[in-house]
């Protein structure tokens, strides 16, 4: 069992202030409800977008804006294909990866718009903001990208309005698919903003398959991170196993996890008193990753239910949706 894969996530104080920002912007950008209108975002942040930036005037910004440094350290074409985005506080440009899937576009202009907005990003950020896939990753370690990343996704979520419209709802990932697509957000960033910030005793896995298989055939799985929420780091052992095998008790669950169909079993987990808890735990495979969220079964069923018809496509987000 092992820490070292949990999410670093910031402490409320340190998101007080990254939300307060936000519903400042929100408001002047007159933003009423679901989805975030993106220009309005741009507009209200004062940044002026280009689509494609040249190789050559991209090695020249970074030379007028003193960072003759980093081209020594790395080479230009290879550091410029990790770019997924950047800010420029003096002209307020801004350029996101015109190539990456419309929900990351869209998750990588709202993070350059909390640059644009935070100023104390503009203190310590050497006049442009650099992002690449390893700042933009959930788990970044520099502080400034994690409040960036909060931001972002605060600013597509519109802070709490995802909670307040959650809370006659079912905790499932149906619930989170129905959020994803009324947010215009992928299901993974859905998934994380509902662990992180409605209040649930909940946890969100994120496992890979590994290219090895064991003797009868079956998958290994890997889990790149996990992210409990703070009521279930007060009930629960919040630490998971780094690899999964056919033995464990989740591996059935992320094995059989398809992108049309959310997977749903059942799991015994003790929480820190010592006694065992019946939990309910649900796989979704995006493409990409297999989803997990792990929570306590209810004992009742809610009076309010969604009912659900998901069909997947490249978008990850479901395209058909009933009540």
Known sequence: MSY??????LLPDERRPIEERVKLLLKAAGVKGPPTPTQSIVDCAQMVHVGEIDLEDFKESLVQRGLRRLLELADVSQLWRKVKGFFRYDDRVFYVDPTLHPHQKNHHTFHEAYHAIDPAHEIVSEVIHLDTAQ??????????????????????????????????????????????????????????????????????????????????????????????????????????PERLYPDDKLFSIVNSALPNQPSCDEIVLADLSGNRVVCVAQGFHNHYDILILVFPKPSTQLRKRLLFRITTDRTNAPTKLAR
């Open 4 to 9: 070292r894969r949990k999410v670093q996530t």
């Open 135 to 240: 700042t933009l990753s959930p788990w970044a370690k520099r502080k400034m990208e994690r409040e960036a990343n909060l931001g972002a996704s605060l600013i597509r979520f519109q802070v709490d309005q995802l909670q307040k419209e959650a809370r006659d709802l079912p905790n499932s990932l149906e619930t989170v698919c129905y959020f994803a697509e009324k947010f215009e957000s992928s299901i993974h960033g859905a998934l994380r903003h509902y662990v992180e910030y409605h209040g649930n005793v909940c946890v969100m896995l994120v496992f890979n398959p590994t290219a090895d298989v064991t003797m009868s055939g079956e998958p290994y799985y890997t889990l790149r991170y996990y992210l409990p929420s703070p009521r279930f780091e007060s009930c629960f052992e919040s630490s998971w």
